[in-house]
């Protein structure tokens, strides 16, 4: 029975290349669905907040149109009725009214009677002496300002209708003046929100009912979306960012703000389906990039196994000869198989521990730029992101080299990345430990100083340059720098607007004769 079992038996070289293979494999399986868990998750929080913020500050432009708008019908009204009996003046200023606001593409009078008086441009009112659609007439009824939900119009037009009620000097109700917002056509909607497209985001806007009002897609204007559960919670007054399912079944990151002038809802939303092809793109990166050296240390590894199991297979070979009769001059030395383990143990160590350093290898030059060795533009981009999100003060710096193409055109584009290194040398010299001096691109250069007024900041940058302009580069001759300076939350309150004050700043410095230093001074509203 024993001579007829066959029992295979796995070589120790394969079981050594199995077991590293497994190891690699699997640890860097696990670091990958960790990563792409961790991007996901990084993109869909940005994007939501993000979106958030744009229907947000959308909603700051709506409510700023729409009260421009009702006042400049209010105003209208109040000029009507100081005109009632001169119609050619009350046409000539409607006229002008629609010319210079481009706030509607018609403006309209209608007597009590429902009678329309006037009209703007004049050739829409020319077969049409009353009115009969019945928003219109509502707002008759109202003698009210009103905004209407959208209404097909005899002139088969999809329209809104914004009434001003016009009331002679005695208080008497003479009608009201009405502008028209066409929502098919080129109009005021369309300025606002038609710009915006990011990423294959978009945004929309609908009414108090849910009414679409604006959609890239102008065949769904006009259509119902109450079902939606965002535009719902915008009908009840809410704001917010949550992932949405929307009334075609499609998936979307979106952020969500009403607007208080009328009542409408804005929503930027982006496709899931951007998010996840964003994710796999960088999956996808990181395994061609770990690929050829996960090759490498497979063929490394093969080597080292072979070297580690030929004292076994020699020994295994030696006793097949003894078995089989054959007589054997030189006998192997024994090898204790413990030791060929912890030998092996190290060599795992070991290749992890070149992937762990490869890895913070990759993050580290992720992080610097290598020719000054300062921190480089995506760190800066980090810390002002967090600082901003907890609310610190700080100040930054942004300076730029004066002429420096001349530098690279006079003395060469290696002696410029010298002049590079000089400056970022001089600018760690001066500035504090816990300030972030950063290469932001070419020859310019930022510093972000945390926990300091602007005026502190201002002496720091006035030193810097003043060391600068007395002592010789290696050009053999000073070098000078414009700088430019802002504050937060002194002059904003986001990552991205107080670097564009810096950057203000230091173009009115350039403007202003170069080499020196600007503090920003925030406009006057």
């Not at 696990?30 to 994007?47: F, N, P, W």
């Not at 054997?328 to 290749?351: Q, S």
């Not at 430990?433 to 940058?461: N, Q």
């Amino acid at each position: 029975m024993r001579g007829s079992l066959k029992i295979r038996r796995l070589r120790l070289v394969y079981l050594i290349i199995g077991l590293v293979f497994l190891s690699i494999s699997g640890t860097s399986t696990i670091q990958i669905i960790a990563a792409y868990k961790a991007e996901q998750a990084s993109l869909y929080e940005t994007t939501l907040a993000l979106n958030y913020e744009s229907a947000q500050k959308m909603s700051v432009t709506m409510n700023t149109l729409f009260s421009s708008m009702k006042r400049s019908l209010r105003v209208m009204s109040e000029r009507i009725a100081k005109q009632s009996n001169a119609n050619a003046s009350l046409q000539r200023d409607l006229d002008l009214f629609t010319e210079s606001t481009n706030y509607f593409n018609s403006v309209f009078i209608i007597n009590k009677d429902s009678t329309i008086m006037n009209v703007s441009p004049m050739a829409i009112g020319a077969t049409i002496p009353k009115l009969i659609s019945q928003p219109a007439l509502r707002a008759l009824e109202l003698r009210q300002p009103s905004i209407s939900a959208p209404f097909i119009t005899a002139t088969n037009r999809l329209i809104i209708l914004m009434t001003q009620p016009i009331y002679d000097t005695s208080g008497e109700y003479m009608g009201y003046i009405g502008g028209t917002i066409y929502l098919r056509e080129d109009n005021i909607l369309n300025s606002i929100f038609g710009s915006y497209t990011a990423s294959k985001s978009y945004a929309y806007v609908v009414d108090g009912e849910g009414n679409l009002l604006y959609h890239p897609d102008k065949t769904r204007l006009g259509e119902n979306v109450a079902k939606n559960k965002i535009v719902g919670k915008l009908t009840n007054g809410f704001d917010g960012q949550e992932e949405v399912v929307n009334t075609h079944g499609n998936s979307f990151l979106a952020g969500y703000a009403d607007s208080d002038e009328n009542g409408w809802g804005i929503v930027v939303q982006t496709p899931i389906e951007v998010i996840n092809a964003e994710s796999n793109k960088m999956i996808k990166n990181v395994v061609l990039t770990s690929l050829p050296l996960f090759l490498v240390i497979l063929l490394v590894t093969l080597w080292l196994g072979k070297m580690l199991a030929a004292p076994f297979s020699s020994l295994a070979e030696t006793a097949q000869k003894l078995v089989s009769g054959s007589r054997v001059a030189d006998l192997p030395k024994a090898v204790h198989w413990n030791y060929e383990a912890y030998h092996l143990n190290e060599t795992i160590l070991l290749t992890m521990d070149t992937l762990q350093q490869r890895v913070d290898n990759y993050s580290i030059e992720a992080q610097t730029d290598p020719l000054t060795g300062l921190a480089n533009r995506r760190t800066m981009d980090v810390c002002l992101a967090n600082w901003t999100v907890e609310n610190h003060s700080f100040s930054v710096i942004a300076m730029d080299i004066d002429h420096f193409k001349a530098v690279n055109d006079t003395y060469g584009h290696q002696l410029g990345d010298e002049v590079l290194k000089y400056l970022a040398a001089v600018v760690l010299s001066v500035m504090r430990k816990e300030d972030y001096c950063c290469r932001f691109g070419g020859e310019e250069f930022v510093v972000l100083m945390p926990d300091i007024s602007i005026e502190l900041a201002y002496k720091t940058a006035e030193t810097l340059r003043k060391k600068l302009e007395t002592h010789n580069s290696p050009t053999g001759k000073p070098i000078t720098v414009s700088i430019g300076i802002a504050s937060h939350p002194n002059h904003s309150s986001t990552d991205q607007t107080v670097m564009q004050c810096a950057d203000q700043a230091l173009y009115t410095a350039k403007r202003n004769g170069r080499n020196q230093t600007i503090a920003y001074m925030a406009k006057a509203v």
